[in-house]
């Protein structure tokens, strides 16, 4: 029985307690239970849900988005059901098929959060996903503190809610939709005119490349 506040749900076989409203993803994470994940924060409400890696299979419910899915007393999760994996797969497959992985020349070598999701989930660049080429953006190295690199970005758009939530500004945001859609600056400015302090909090939550601190 669950505490006043607490629901009981199982995760792979294994009994978990969880706030109520908590989502199955932290509730598993906090029961030492992974499930991929690149856009997660936590404190995000609306979550962002943007990377769709997290996907589980719920009984009764079929497959979701476990960042986004609420706990619900008596719900019986399952984070390695064929239908959610091969889902992680291919959303996997299509963010490292956009993705240039130059890792050897790149700032983060040896530290990308994304490549370690993908290795992990033993997901590799598909050789037969070609994407529409991309139009190469400048490097915008205009702020004192901060590069921001808008070719590597994966659209998680964790730093744009940093921004706005923990440091109240909004240097950055998306512009167009679907397959256009990119993280750009405030009224496309050079992040240097913006209202960026250089706080750090994007750097911070960028899980590749896009932002990074300039070198002393
Ligand atoms: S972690 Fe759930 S969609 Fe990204």
Redesign the pocket.
Same mark, same amino acid.
């Given at each position: 029985m669950a505490e006043k506040g607490y629901v009981e749900i199982t995760i792979d076989g294994q009994t978990v307690q969880a706030q109520e409203g908590e989502k199955i &993803?932290w509730a598993a994470l906090d029961a030492g239970i992974e499930?991929?994940?690149? =856009?997660?924060i936590r404190e995000a409400h609306p979550?962002?849900?943007?990377?769709? &890696?997290?996907?589980v299979e719920v009984e009764g419910e079929g497959v979701v988005?476990? =960042?986004?899915e609420p706990v619900r007393e008596g719900m019986v999760v399952h984070t390695d059901g064929e239908r959610a994996k091969t889902l992680r797969r291919r959303a996997m497959e299509l963010l490292l098929a956009d993705h240039d992985l130059e890792c050897k020349t790149c700032v983060k070598e040896g530290n990308c959060e994304f490549l370690q999701m993908a290795i992990s989930m033993k997901v590799k660049k598909p050789k037969n996903l070609h994407p529409f080429p991309r139009e190469e953006l400048p490097v915008d190295d205009s702020h004192p503190l901060i590069i921001f690199d808008p070719n590597k970005c994966i659209r998680?758009g964790k730093c744009v809610w940093v921004c706005r939530e923990k440091a109240e500004l909004v240097p950055f945001d998306f512009v167009y939709k679907g397959y256009d859609m990119r993280l750009t600056t405030f009224l496309s400015r050079p992040l240097g005119e913006t209202n960026c302090t250089g706080c750090g909090e994007c750097v911070e939550v960028c899980p590749v490349a896009a932002l990074y601190f300039r070198k002393a």
């Open positions: &993803l499930i991929p994940h690149l =856009c997660a979550p962002l849900g943007t990377c769709r &890696l997290c996907f988005a476990s =960042c986004v998680c």
